[in-house]
T-cell receptor, first 108, second 112 residues
Framework: EDKVVQSPLSLVVHEGDTVTLNCSYEVTNFRSLLWYKQEKKAPTFLFMLTSSGIEKKSGRLSSILDKKELFSILNITATQTGDSAVYLCAVDDYKLSFGAGTTVTVRA | NAGVTQTPKFQVLKTGQSMTLQCAQDMNHEYMSWYRQDPGMGLRLIHYSVGAGITDQGEVPNGYNVSRSTTEDFPLRLLSAAPSQTSVYFC???????????FGPGTRLTVT
C-alpha cells in the first residue's frame, strides 16, 4: 500500500525562524511529489517536484526531492505569521496520496 | 472563470439519509476527484474520473457513488449517510491525471 509520512506533525516557531518540513514516501509508480499549503480552507499548490536534487524556489519557500532516499523537504526561511498553516505533501502515482500534514504555527 | 465550485458549503444529515454533493469546474479539466479530510489524516481519495463517462475508486470508496456525464460536473452521492462520513469533502480537478490539482472550497458534512 502506498504510504506518505510527514514529520513533524506540528511545530511552533517565532517570526524570523527557519523551518524544515519532511516528507518520506513509498509508492509503486512515482511520477511526482507535490507540496500544498492549507489555511482553514482548500489546499493551494506550492511546488511540484519530479527530479532529484533540483531545488524549486518561490520567495522564502524552497523544496527539494531525493528519489534515491525517497524523501522531500520543504524549507521556509524568515518565517512570518502568514506562514501559519498546514503543509501537505502528496505523491502522484497516477493518483494523489497525501500525508497527514504538518501544522506550522508562527508566533509574532 | 470560477475555477472549482462546490455546493453546499455546509450540510447536516441524519443517519440513513442520502444526498448529493455537487462539484463543477469551468477550466475544461479532464481529471476530477473527490477527497475527504478528517483531523490528523490528511486528504483521502474517495473516487476519481479521468474524463466524461469514466470513473474509478480511490482509497475510501465505500458508501459513496459518483458519475461523470459531462466534463464540467462530478457529483458525489452518499447513499445512506453514517456518522463515520462526518468530514470535510473537497473536490479537485487538473489538466492531466493527478499532478497539480485545483481544489474547491469544500463541503463540511455532519451526520448525526
Amino acid at each position: 500500500e502506498d504510504k506518505v509520512v510527514q514529520s513533524p506533525l506540528s511545530l511552533v516557531v517565532h517570526e524570523g525562524d527557519t523551518v524544515t518540513l519532511n516528507c518520506s514516501y513509498e509508492v509503486t509508480n512515482f511520477r511526482s511529489l507535490l507540496w500544498y499549503k492549507q489555511e482553514k480552507k482548500a489546499p493551494t499548490f506550492l511546488f511540484m517536484l519530479t527530479s532529484s536534487g533540483i531545488e524549486k524556489k518561490s520567495g522564502r519557500l524552497s523544496s527539494i526531492l531525493d528519489k534515491k532516499e525517497l524523501f522531500s523537504i520543504l524549507n521556509i526561511t524568515a518565517t512570518q505569521t502568514g506562514d501559519s498553516a498546514v503543509y501537505l505533501c502528496a505523491v502522484d502515482d497516477y493518483k494523489l496520496s497525501f500525508g497527514a500534514g504538518t501544522t506550522v504555527t508562527v508566533r509574532a | 472563470n470560477a475555477g472549482v465550485t462546490q455546493t453546499p458549503k455546509f450540510q447536516v444529515l441524519k443517519t440513513g439519509q442520502s444526498m448529493t454533493l455537487q462539484c463543477a469546474q469551468d477550466m475544461n479539466h479532464e481529471y476530477m476527484s473527490w477527497y475527504r479530510q478528517d483531523p490528523g489524516m490528511g486528504l483521502r481519495l474517495i473516487h476519481y474520473s479521468v474524463g466524461a463517462g469514466i470513473t474509478d475508486q480511490g482509497e475510501v470508496p465505500n458508501g459513496y457513488n459518483v458519475s461523470r456525464s459531462t466534463t464540467e460536473d462530478f457529483p458525489l452521492r452518499l447513499l445512506s449517510a453514517a456518522p463515520s462520513q462526518t468530514s470535510v469533502y473537497f473536490c479537485a480537478s487538473s489538466y492531466g491525471r493527478a499532478g497539480e490539482q485545483y481544489f474547491g472550497p469544500g463541503t463540511r458534512l455532519t451526520v448525526t
